[in-house]
């Protein structure tokens, strides 16, 4: 028999109840406001690219092409005098328009998924298991790019290969953590009140899994946005003009001997974004919940 | 419906986990395994009255429970409330019955939602069944049922003391005016001056609402305050029942003896300890019990020629009953030496 | 044999250093165990019970520390001593058990290497007769009621059962011969027919080894029945100790009245329990004065002003300030209800 403490505090961190309060504590560990620093800094670059970039993505001065970084052209010209750094920084809202809805129908989608095979377990949970455990067996580059060759190259199709790709991490994850909130006993008591299924999981299950699945998300964005610049590396991503970042390092490659610089500088701000993103996300997840830590890891 | 006399009638119920026999079982013709967590149960508990259920851990008394409110599905047998037939019922016949009967669960933390204030708590009950405002009880109100301030109202559970979400799981089975309450342990956790407030607050429900209680426990002494009546468990079947006061002073069973013996009672002149040991050896796996009588391996007045076959619960005096061929030699037993006094000499 | 208490604590305290403040949570603790005697020291959680029992064994956690008192063990004061020599005391001399045997004993070793291991490292070098140990253990675990001692040696802990783990617990700790075993909440986790089990050895080794007990518990019942004499605390003091037989006759400190009735007993029918108003002040906000003042129903202005000294009334120990202390529990018509024994 357990001895009660007069004033018992929670065993885990305590809950956090408000943004403001998971921000704050963000803001005080130098990851974590460093990585919401090099965030923010992009959804903006993203949403407002003109405001930023000297020139248009598109337009050409061939008599400039392949120049390194000079005063006009800061980040140099690629082979058709295009300028480098307004195309990276249309390549922001590329990169962003592709992984944020890929990863965040991937969510929905795993996340439906995980609910359904959790609550009804049996048969259905262990056909989910299987199919998600061959499609995880796939890594995600592989994978994205057989679907893509039944599909065709195009934008859209991109976003939908990649989610695809990512459903099964959160199909696993939404599945495990609403299988530890079933065993709850207030889960118990809700149904002893005469909730019904419905409603404890939408209304109490729910909110309490969707915070570790958005730190998810939120690690999982750099994974789809490399995934991406692969793919159009390889030439089946956005079709050119398209200012994708992995359309320039390909480009870039092209001339790589007579001027290295696109090649340089794409690289470089795909490395920052990565970083960027990982950093905010492993620094929420630190902060809203550690045990986490298992769950979340990088997938190629 | 007249209302019946008797709220609650269990009727041979059994429940049995983990009885799913695999291929291989099958081809082998294996006979259907799993724990008889009750293995038929007969009951019943009279209107505003308490019955304690006491047993140890294997015993069922939990699972008992959790089967009659529905909370684990029924293996066999019936389940009566209110005249009704309630074993096998829809998901929404369960759903208009919640009302009328509820549990108070054992852990007074984990039963309460952790991201969910006290007043969001308090009126779940009532956004769940679409509750109309006339017939909802404030929070203030359910507050104060279970003696606590309107002050606790923001609070989340990791904030309040044992006793306060003790409270608070009360207050809110009562939002929804059930007639029927199961308690799982309600003092489990909890201090001992914290345990009798509960206790007290539990009799006073019962005055105040006309409510009829399941008490579960394991410690006897909490029944002999609170409950009318006693029902004894061992490995998933009632041994003994009957009137408190008369299972106290004239325990007919060996293990009821062997229970009383063994919970300690405030003792100041030490007669308990001159008890000899009433019990032998452990308790069996509850996967396997032992054949005919369960109570056999460990009892004291075992014989083999009336234990082999099990015995069926059955009355030696107005409302005691008692599961054992053996007990008029196990009332005459010298060896037990009652710490209550005489029956007649009661001043009750 | 002298006539000497084994074990004498006087005047201890133990504070605790959080980030906040210093928490005093034993205040002035004075308390006397003798060869052969089991006392009981009882409380309700944030009592200091627990931190008293490790306090003794010099095992307090790295924020707590012993910040005065004596605890005089034989001819040696324990908190002088150094932890080298305290670690050469524990097992051979005092012994402890805890209330949760799997975290005790080592799930990765059977229970043969554990006992024996102890056995060893208690033995004077070169000296230890593994032959000898392992027929002494196995007598103990025999006599300590479990069945193929010998075969079971083999065996890991996960394969006993709660109630045996708690029986390998007190043969390691007996098997070295302590003087004083210190058993913390030892049953609290077991059934009841356990429970009783458990008790029944404890009290044999004590008739049959004059080994001295200190047994740590909330229930109360279960003081009553086993020990000899009883020690209440509240909030890290001392508030009344004497022999179970006073104590639980006739109660003076009203902590130990309320307490009391607020236990359900089968001997004797009570209408309503005792319960007492308040809650148990923080050790970070304790008030001047008694510690009980705010709960108590017989408090006066000096209640509040100092805190009461230990006085010696009937046979036992109290400390209150209340003229009723020193009358007796039976002569209270209004503030127990409860049938009049015979």
């Known amino acids: 028999m357990a001895i009660a403490t007069p004033n018992r505090t929670s065993t885990r961190r305590s809950r956090l109840h408000g943004l403001s309060a998971t921000l704050q504590q963000l803001i005080h560990r130098p990851a974590g406001l460093i990585g919401l620093i090099i965030v923010v800094g992009l959804i903006i670059l993203a949403v407002v690219p003109g405001v930023f970039a000297p020139f248009e993505p598109d337009a050409q001065t061939i008599s400039d092409r392949l120049q390194g970084p000079s005063v006009e052209h800061l980040l140099g010209t690629d082979r058709l005098g295009r300028d480098t750094l307004s195309r990276l920084i249309y390549g922001v809202g590329i990169a962003l328009i592709v992984a944020l809805p890929a990863v965040l129908s991937a969510l929905v989608i795993g996340l439906l998924l995980g609910i359904v095979a959790a609550w009804r377990g049996g048969l259905i949970d262990a056909l989910l298991v299987i199919v998600m455990d061959v499609l995880q067996a796939f890594p995600a580059v592989i994978l994205a790019l057989a679907l893509l060759a039944l599909l065709g190259p195009s934008l859209r199709n991109v976003i939908i290969v990649i989610s695809i790709a990512f459903i099964p991490n959160y199909a696993r994850v939404s599945r495990a953590l609403v299988f530890s909130a079933k065993a709850n006993q207030w889960v118990e008591a809700e149904r002893a009140l005469g909730a019904s299924t419905l409603r404890i999981v939408f209304t109490h299950i729910l909110p309490n899994i969707l915070p570790p699945l958005f730190i ?23 079709q050119p003009p398209t200012p994708s970042w992995g359309a320039i390092l390909s480009d870039g490659f092209q001339n790589i001997i007579q001027s290295p610089w696109a090649v340089v500088f794409a690289s470089i701000i795909l490395m920052i974004t990565t970083l960027g993103f990982t950093m905010l996300g492993e620094t929420l997840r630190d902060i809203v919940d550690p045990r986490l830590s298992g769950l979340t890891r990088r997938r190629w | 419906m007249t209302a019946q006399p008797n709220l609650i009638r269990v009727e041979g119920l059994s429940t049995v986990f983990g009885d799913q026999r695999s291929l291989r079982d099958r081809l082998a013709r294996r006979a259907a395994g799993g724990v008889r967590a009750v293995d038929g149960v007969t009951l019943t508990i009279a209107r505003n009255e308490i019955v304690g259920l006491v047993g140890e851990s294997g015993s069922g008394k939990t699972t008992l429970g959790r089967t009659i409110l529905g909370l684990t599905q029924a293996t066999s047998g019936t389940v009566t409330f209110d005249g009704t037939d309630i074993t096998h019922s829809s998901r929404g016949q369960w759903s208009a019955l919640r009302g009328r009967m509820q549990m108070i669960f054992q852990d007074p933390y984990a039963s309460l939602s952790p991201r969910m204030r006290v007043s969001a708590q308090l009126t779940e009950p009532y956004r769940i069944h679409g509750t109309p405002a006339s017939e909802r009880y404030s929070v203030a109100e359910l507050l104060e049922m279970v003696n606590l301030s309107s002050e606790q109202a923001d609070k989340y559970p990791h904030e309040l003391s044992g006793g ?3 409270r608070i799981g009360i207050a809110r089975t009562l939002a929804l005016r059930p007639e029927f309450i199961v308690a799982d342990e309600p003092t489990s956790g909890l201090d001992v001056s914290a345990a009798a407030a509960i206790l007290n607050l539990l009799q006073d429900l019962r005055r105040e609402f006309n409510l009829t209680f399941l008490v579960i426990t394991h410690n ?15 490995l998933g079947q009632l041994i003994e029942t009957g009137v408190t006061r008369d299972v106290l002073a004239q325990p007919s069973h060996p293990y009821t003896r062997a229970l009383l013996a063994a919970v300690p009672d405030i003792d100041p002149d030490g007669l308990q300890t001159a008890q000899t040991e009433l019990l032998r050896g452990e308790i069996p796996s509850p996967r396997n019990p032992p054949s005919g009588c369960r109570f056999r391996t460990r009892c004291v007045h075992v014989r083999a020629d009336k234990c082999q076959t099990a015995p069926v619960l059955s009355e030696i005096a107005p409302g005691h009953a008692v599961a054992c061929r053996r007990w008029p030699e196990v009332q005459q037993d010298p060896e037990w030496v009652s710490s209550l006094p005489p029956v007649d000499a009661s001043t009750t | 044999m002298s006539t000497q208490p084994l074990l004498t604590i006087s005047q201890l305290d133990v504070t605790y250093r959080t980030a906040d403040a210093d928490l005093p949570v034993l205040r002035d603790v004075d308390l006397s165990i003798d060869r052969s005697e089991i006392v009981g020291i009882v409380g309700e959680s944030g009592c200091g019970k627990s931190t008293l029992s490790s306090a003794v064994m010099r095992l307090l956690p790295p924020n707590g520390r012993i910040t005065g008192g004596t605890i005089q063990f034989g001819d040696r004061d324990l908190t002088a001593l150094s932890e080298g020599e305290m670690r050469r005391l524990r097992g051979p001399e005092l012994a402890m058990i805890f209330q949760d045997p799997l975290s005790s004993l080592n799930p990765v070793f059977t229970i043969w290497t554990q006992l024996r291991d102890a056995l060893a490292a208690h033995s004077r070098r070169g000296s230890f007769d593994q032959k000898a140990a392992r027929k002494r253990t196995i007598e103990t675990l025999t006599e300590l009621g479990i069945p193929d ?31 004083l075993l210190i058993a913390d909440e030892p049953t609290s986790a077991l059934d009841a027919t356990l429970q009783a089990q458990i008790v029944a050895i404890i009290a044999r080794m004590r008739r049959e080894r004059e080994m001295a007990v200190m047994f740590v518990t909330h229930d109360l019942a279960l003081v009553s029945q086993l020990c000899d004499r009883v020690v209440v605390m509240y909030c890290g003091s001392v508030v009344e100790a004497g022999s179970v037989q006073n104590v639980f006759r006739d109660p003076r400190h009203p902590y130990t009245r309320a307490l ?17 108003p308040g809650s148990v002040p923080s050790l970070s906000q304790l008030p001047i004065g008694c510690a009980f003042a705010d709960r108590c129903t017989k408090t006066r202005a000096t209640c509040r002003l100092s805190v009461p000294e230990v006085r010696i009334v009937d046979e036992r120990k109290v400390r209150c300030f209340a003229e009723d202390a020193t009358s007796s529990y039976h002569q209270d018509p209004v503030e127990i209800v409860v049938e009049a024994a015979q």
């Open chain 1, 216 to 238: 998810l998300m939120a690690m999982d964005i750099p994974s789809a946005i490399v995934i991406e610049a692969g793919l159009s590396f390889l030439g089946l991503g956005v």
């Open chain 2, 220 to 234: 006897v002494n909490t029944l002999s305050y609170l409950s009318d009546r006693l029902a004894v468990m061992y």
């Open chain 3, 149 to 179: 001692a010998e075969d079971r040696l083999n065996d890991y802990p996960h394969q006993f059962s709660g109630g045996m783990r708690q029986r390998i617990m007190i043969a390691l700790a007996l098997l070295l011969g302590p003087q």
């Open chain 3, 260 to 276: 009391i009735g607020a236990v359900p007993t089968r001997h004797q029918h009570v209408d309503r329990l005792i319960t007492i």
């Open chain 2, 164 to 166: 306060q979400a003790r």
